[in-house]
């Protein structure tokens, strides 16, 4: 038995002070990612749930069509009113957070189960390049606003 079993037996607060100063990350980036991974889940959770309330119980699923659309995010070209700003403001967050989220978990991931780490980066390349360009492309439609010339001639009656 070491010295410093014999003090954290004796004294349950040096047990907890050396328990706590020998776990450390393996680096900064690693602990900031993990903070971000729980934070970001928990705000993603009540952005998911609330964004489910407003379209199946706050707005009926049935009501769902293109001008309650263009009513939240705005036509292209309209002056933007507060409303507008904040539902494009929430979807901004919503989409910039589960995609950030999403690669930040893909990494982990990837990290566990690719050994071959040339392979590994050059996955996480195309999965980053692929990410910033639905997520860059997402946020610039909903700040131009819908064009509802376009989308109505999309939509198949």
Do not use: C
Not at 67 to 80: H, L, N
Not at 125 to 140: E, H, K, N, R
């Amino acid at each position: 038995m070491s010295s410093t079993d014999s003090v954290a037996t004796n004294n349950p607060q040096m047990a907890r002070h050396i328990a706590r100063n020998s776990i450390k990350p393996r680096n900064t980036f690693e602990r900031v990612a993990w903070l971000f991974m729980r934070y970001s889940g928990l705000v993603l959770v009540f952005l998911a749930l609330s964004h489910w309330g407003l379209q199946h119980v706050f707005n009926s699923v049935h009501d769902l069509t293109l001008q309650v659309t263009i009513d939240r995010w705005g036509a292209a070209g309209q002056v933007a009113t507060i409303q507008i700003w904040f539902w494009r403001a929430y979807y901004a967050v919503l989409l910039g957070l589960a995609m950030i989220h999403g690669l930040n978990g893909l990494r982990q991931v990837l990290w566990d189960y690719f050994h071959y780490r040339p392979l590994y980066w050059g996955f996480m390349g195309l999965s980053t390049l692929l990410i910033v360009f639905v997520s860059v492309s997402g946020i610039a439609v909903l700040f131009l606003g819908v064009n509802a010339a376009a989308a109505g001639a999309a939509v198949i009656r």
